[in-house]
């Protein structure tokens, strides 16, 4: 065994260029697999760092069957009476001001109950974690902090546990500290620094007493040995229970879904995830059937040495184990190299994969990623070894060995050579179909309008703390100042305030009925709601289509008036005209609002929005406690964001200011994950069209070298260059195109997958069908060339001597 | 066309040269050799004497380093590649030792392709094959691929593409060395018939029976023509 | 008796017929002979070679070798019975182009089971009978064709089998060369070996005890004395 693998390591020595060729595509495609398989373990495969991780359930309110957030009461209700989950822990996020040490930040919190901490089984570096007691209406404001908050700004002091800090302008005492690997809920961007009750929250704890008000949600911890479906069963039960002992307005499309905590929490990146695999795995396997061929090509060469070697006494079994030796040698360098490769390239990937992606900064190459390479590498060595070594070892010595019919029928292999092209020809296609889909979709997304003007726009939020701003009359005076504040900037052509912003990732839905039509339980009728300022439309550059918009004379004093979306014109008065219709807004039980304008619709949470209703009112008329601003400017965004931060601190040295942002950035940001598909398993899908025409090639070139004699024969009876490029050509044609064939074939299969992916264009498309198709052939084609003409160069004499 | 008697093939000093690592190898040295249209003649010598390299030289399969080339009264020196091409494809017929048939293609698609490569019409290149099958006595195997035939068969085939496109001359190169006696002697008789039709022969052989079927026998030893027995009474 | 053919046959199917290799095939070879197969090109030599030495499997009849019915055996047993008693030598030597002398001389040794400490004193000792010690780290392309030779023949002995095939072994040699492998084979007769050569020279086949004639598949003729036949080939 051990001089089989010497015996190996010295024919690759004594063959640098094919050596170092296998090497490096091996290399390229286990780094590959490599790389995408540390994301995905990382972010879909290892439990999360909590214990008992595999019995942790998401629990979801579903309105309508859709997921949807969970009222405080009802979630009491279900802890008192499940049986199946033995603990249940409710949290939401949101940011507070912390003031007190150094300039006001807007800090990214958690609002949790204390069921959280011993259900994930977390425990503080410094102090303890939250308790019952703390959730307790009226007991002392608690928050636990984060290790990174602690070092920041606390100096790691360890005194300060115990002592109060000001939240949001509360004294909360802070009584523990929790590790920095400690992250829940999940958001690389805004990772959360604060736990605190929510009860400790002017906000939540407003909103816990109402059974109405969504905002949490909850995560349970299984009782040992209940299965998820018994569990939903019982869970179900309960929330009908809740329904029935609550009888209230639309409460019967409620229901509850229990699904697996991880799954819930990867839900929308897993698909592609797996798609990448797949396509990067697809790639390993076109190399596989490339090096393959290679060494089919290689062993007919050998036919003789093989013989000898049977001749000498070697079973089948020694040679297939020699010839297996050679190819497992070629992955071995192949995988270490490949490891290598994916140590570098695991950070480059990590840069361009979307943020939002849970746990992917934790991604690294450890050791499951490592077990994984070994086992790639094996299965490659293995895959590449196998049919060249059952070929050639099934060739009977006698042929070979007899004197004067040397290499006389040397077309060992030769079908199976034309087998692994045709397969690798359809393997890239259905990855280059896929590719073509995704970039399509890509490009079309690229080509959505967002419903606003992007350019030159820079977003600041900001959150206003309840102690010092109390009421509505409060956040309309900040409101006003804010305005007057950011106007005045050097540079600032237009600005605005609203509510929320699109894209930046939140929204209010707000219901609403019109006036004078009855109510139909069933259906929901509830559209985005923004409180805007007069010139929020002329600012984002959303087209007013009908109607008018907010002018300064839409105050708090004035009647009460609303613009909606075109959208929401067409589902709620098809056919009619709204403008002049009144619609009441469940907003502190305001009275009926006039519609004053139709304005075009927004995409709100990303491009690939569907059309959704959109209702806009004055500020003044609906005041929030949190608003942006938005501003066009002729400075640069980092300038322009030291000055709306500098404006703000003007207006409130105490207020924090939270994400200062472009519209572009958050544009972009929602396109991360496309993006981030489109380019990699466009890489993935040029790499198998490289390996696919570099092994048409490979397969042609040895073809022409085998058919010399036949080519020979030909010229010598008369055959022009023509003749001879055509007759090579056509043999590369013809497999080509049983490669494209049955890869459109498996393109329509596989691509059906894909569809949630997709965007714009559907998974059969014809014109990316074709269209690939003409790329691969193209591609082909020039592989094909360079043995066709090699072919017409050949000399028939020597063509005839060498037989 | 030549008349019978007149010279088709001559040879004014051919000397072939190969390199090979800074060596010189002299294949041919000075060769003058006389073919008449209708003769039958026969080359002979030990292996490696350059009889096989005078073959190659004599069918536009390779050229010489000096001397020149005469065929049917034309020197083929300064043919371009494509008109080289033409010129085996029309004016000669190859018959080789290892058969040479093209191993995917049936017997008459063998018999076809030099007529292929004329660009002849399908109907005429049949009734063409046909005839040059039945000539062989191979018509009932036209449907057979190679690999089902003997090596007499296959060798039969040979002679039927040789024949086919109505050649001027017919080149073999030792047609019977891979064939049994028996199948020997009937391709020897085959050619004997061919030549006694009006064919012209040029065969390399190193078998003295088989070259005893010649009309006359060139003996090349060391790249030079060292003795040429007539059978007949023909002289140069 | 060390070797016994019965009516064995070789044919391929070609078409609706066959075409026999080998007719009725009929041999008996001694301990200790030292026998010459001899005939035109085609007319069987190799292939009866390559059945005694059980590289070919595809023929009918009956086989015996040291009294074991060869043609009932299956491959693997075959192969264990071929890599006890069979050494055999060829036309080009077949040495193996990527391994030094030593490694080439090794091999047989390897697929034995030989324990490494013994194959390494096999090899030397098999490196200093044929006075080939100084080429021991060349490779065959460093050799002339008589040292690839001389090689070949080691090889075929040095798992010390009774019976050498040798098929024309001095094929490819110029006569002094060829002159000396076929005294080695005379001695190797000498001291017990049982040879079976084929060749197209009388020269090579007057250092055997009897020599058997093929034609066209069949025996023809079997003589205690070398005697003139037809001089195929080309040499």
């Known amino acids: 065994m051990i001089s089989d693998f010497r015996q190996a390591l010295r024919l690759l020595v004594k063959n640098p260029g094919f050596s170092a060729l296998v090497v490096a595509v091996l290399a390229l495609g286990i780094g590959a697999n490599t790389a995408i398989f540390s994301i995905v373990d990382g972010v879909l495969l290892k439990p999360l760092p909590f214990a008992d991780a595999r019995r942790l359930v998401a629990i979801d309110t579903t309105v309508r069957n859709e997921p949807d957030d969970t009222a405080y009461l009802d979630f009491l209700d279900w802890r008192s009476q499940a049986t199946t989950i033995d603990r249940m822990a409710a949290y939401s996020t949101a940011a507070v001001t912390l003031t007190g040490r150094g300039e006001a930040a807007s800090i990214p919190t958690a609002v949790v109950t204390a069921d959280l901490f011993p259900l994930l089984g977390v425990r503080p570096i410094q102090g303890r974690v939250l308790t019952p007691a703390d959730d307790a209406r009226g007991a002392t404001r608690t928050a636990v902090i984060s290790e990174t908050l602690w070092a920041q700004r606390f100096s790691r002091d360890p005194s300060m546990v115990g002592r109060p800090a000001v939240v949001d302008g509360d004294p909360i005492v802070i009584v523990g500290v929790m590790p920095a690997r400690f992250e829940f809920p999940f958001d690389a961007e805004n990772p959360p620094q604060i736990w605190m009750p929510i009860m400790a929250s002017r906000f939540s704890a407003q909103w816990a007493g109402q059974r109405g008000a969504s905002f949490l949600k909850a995560i349970g911890h299984l009782r040992s040995g209940a299965q998820l479906p018994s569990v939903q069963a019982e869970m179900s039960a309960v929330a009908a229970r809740v329904n029935a002992a609550n009888p209230q307005e639309g409460r019967s499309a409620r229901g509850v879904l229990i699904r697996p905590f991880q799954d819930m929490l990867v839900r929308s990146y897993r698909l592609a995830l797996v798609v990448l695999l797949c396509a990067v795995s697809a790639v390993l396997l076109i190399a596989c059937a490339n090096i393959a061929n290679l060494l089919l090509a290689r062993g007919t060469v050998r036919r003789r040495e093989i013989a000898v070697r049977t001749a000498l006494g070697a079973s089948r079994g020694q040679i297939v184990r020699q010839l297996m030796s050679e190819s497992l040698v070629l992955a071995a360098v192949g995988g270490v190299g490949g490891t290598l490769l994916a140590w570098w390239g695991v950070d480059a990937l990590v840069r361009v994969s979307p943020l939002q992606i849970p746990r992917l900064h934790t991604v690294h190459i450890d050791r499951s990623v490592l077990a994984f390479t070994v086992l790639a590498t094996m299965v490659t060595g293995v895959l590449c070894g196998m049919v060249p070594a059952i070929q050639l070892s099934r060739a009977n010595p006698g042929d070979a060995l007899k004197d004067g019919d040397r290499g006389g029928s040397g077309a060992c292999g030769g079908r199976t050579r034309q087998v692994l092209v045709v397969a690798e020809v359809a393997l890239s296609l259905v990855l280059l179909v896929s590719a073509g889909l995704l970039l399509r979709s890509f490009v079309q997304l690229q080509r959505v309008s967002p419903g606003f003007v992007t350019e030159r726009a820079v977003t600041m939020q900001i959150l206003l703390p309840q102690t010092r701003y109390p009421n509505q009359a409060a956040f309309i005076r900040f409101y006003r100042r804010l305005q007057a504040g950011v106007r005045a900037l050097p540079g600032v052509t237009a600005s605005a305030v609203s509510t929320t912003l699109p894209m930046t990732g939140s929204d209010i839905g707000m219901g609403f009925r019109v006036e004078g039509r009855p109510v139909d339980p069933n259906v929901r009728t509830s559209a985005a709601f923004f409180g805007v300022s007069p010139d929020y439309f002329r600012t984002m550059g959303i087209p007013i289509v009908e109607g008018r918009g907010f002018t300064e004379r839409d105050d708090e004093r004035a009647p009460g008036v609303i613009v909606i979306n075109e959208t929401m014109a067409a589902r709620t008065w098809p056919g009619e005209n709204p403008i002049g219709k009144a619609v009441i807004v469940s907003y502190n039980d305001t009275p009926p609002r006039t519609i004053v304008g139709i304005v075009a619709d927004v995409k709100q949470g990303g491009l690939t929005d569907r059309r959704q209703p959109q209702m806009y009112t004055p500020f003044v008329q609906a005041p929030w406690p949190f608003l942006a601003t938005v501003v066009r400017t002729t400075a640069a965004p980092q300038s322009a964001a030291g000055s709306l931060r500098q404006a703000l601190a003007r207006l409130d040295p105490e207020q924090a200011a939270g994400e200062i942002r472009t519209l572009d950035e958050y544009v972009a940001r929602s396109m991360a994950t496309p993006r981030f598909t489109a380019i990699l398993i466009g890489a993935f899908a040029g790499l198998a069209l490289l390996l696919a025409g570099f092994g048409l090639y490979g397969v042609m070139a040895y073809s022409v070298a085998q058919r010399r004699r036949e080519i020979g024969i030909r010229m010598a009876l008369g055959a022009r260059e023509a003749d001879v490029r055509s007759l090579v050509a056509g043999q590369a044609l013809r497999m080509g195109a049983a490669g494209v064939t049955i890869g459109l074939a498996g393109a329509l299969l596989v691509t059906r997958i894909l569809d949630s992916l997709l965007f714009g264009v559907t998974a059969g498309d014809p014109a990316t069908f074709a269209g690939v198709s003409a790329v691969l052939m193209t591609v082909l084609i020039v592989a094909a060339y360079l043995p066709a003409r090699r072919a017409t160069r050949l000399d028939p004499i020597v063509a005839l001597r060498a037989d | ?236 | 008796m060390l070797i016994s053919l019965r009516n064995v046959e070789k044919s391929y199917p070609i078409g609706v017929g066959r075409v026999y290799v080998l007719r009725r095939v009929n041999l008996d070879i001694r301990e200790g002979e030292f026998v010459s197969i001899m005939g035109p090109s085609g007319a069987g030599k190799s292939t009866v070679l390559h059945i005694l030495g059980m590289h070919d499997s595809a023929w009918s009849g009956e086989y015996y070798f040291m009294d074991q019915p060869v043609h009932r055996l299956n491959p693997k047993q075959r192969s264990e019975l071929h890599k006890k008693h069979i050494g055999f030598v060829f036309q080009s030597y077949h040495l193996l182009d990527n391994l030094t002398v030593y490694e080439n001389l090794e091999i047989p040794l390897s697929y034995r089971n030989v324990s490494r400490k013994d194959r390494q004193s096999m090899v030397a000792d098999i490196l200093d009978r044929f006075q080939i010690v100084g080429k021991k780290d060349l490779y065959p392309n460093q050799l002339s064709g008589g040292q690839q030779q001389l090689v070949g023949v080691a090889r075929a002995v040095i798992a010390n089998p009774q019976v050498i095939l040798a098929d024309e072994p001095t094929g490819n040699l110029h006569t002094a060369q060829g002159k000396e492998i076929m005294e080695l084979f005379r001695s190797l007769n000498d001291s017990g070996a049982t040879i079976i050569q084929v060749t197209h020279s009388e020269v090579n086949a007057s250092y055997g005890t009897r020599i058997i004639q093929l034609r066209d598949g069949w025996v023809v003729d079997e003589e205690a004395q070398p005697a003139v036949g037809s001089r195929a080939g080309d040499h």
């Open chain 2, 1 to 236: 066309m030549a008349e019978n008697g007149q010279a088709l093939i001559k040879l004014d000093g051919v000397t072939k040269v190969f390199f090979t690592d800074e060596v010189e190898t002299h294949a041919l040295s000075g060769i003058h050799l006389l073919i008449n249209k209708g003769e039958y003649v026969s080359i002979a010598g030990p292996s490696g004497c350059g009889k096989s390299t005078l073959l190659s030289i004599l069918g536009l399969l390779d050229s010489p380093t000096e001397g020149q080339y005469h065929l049917n009264n034309r020197p083929v020196a300064e043919l371009a590649a494509s008109e080289r091409a033409r010129v085996r494809n029309r004016e000669i017929g190859f018959i080789f030792q290892s058969f040479n048939l093209i191993g995917d293609l049936t017997v008459f698609e063998n018999v076809e392709l030099p007529l292929t490569y004329r660009g002849m019409k399908a109907a005429e290149r049949r009734q063409r094959v046909e005839a040059a099958l039945e000539r062989v006595g191979m018509a009932h195997r036209a449907k057979h691929l190679p690999s089902q035939l003997s090596g007499g068969q296959q060798q039969r085939v040979a002679v039927a593409r040789a024949v086919a496109g109505e050649p001027l001359i017919l080149l073999a190169d030792e047609p019977t060395g891979n064939l049994d006696s028996r199948s020997g002697e009937a391709v020897m008789d085959l050619l004997r018939e061919l030549h006694q039709s009006g064919a012209t022969i040029c065969m390399v052989t190193h078998d003295p029976r088989y070259a005893r079927h010649a009309d006359r026998s060139i003996h090349v030893f060391d790249g030079r023509v060292v003795e040429e027995q007539t059978e007949m009474a023909v002289t140069e």
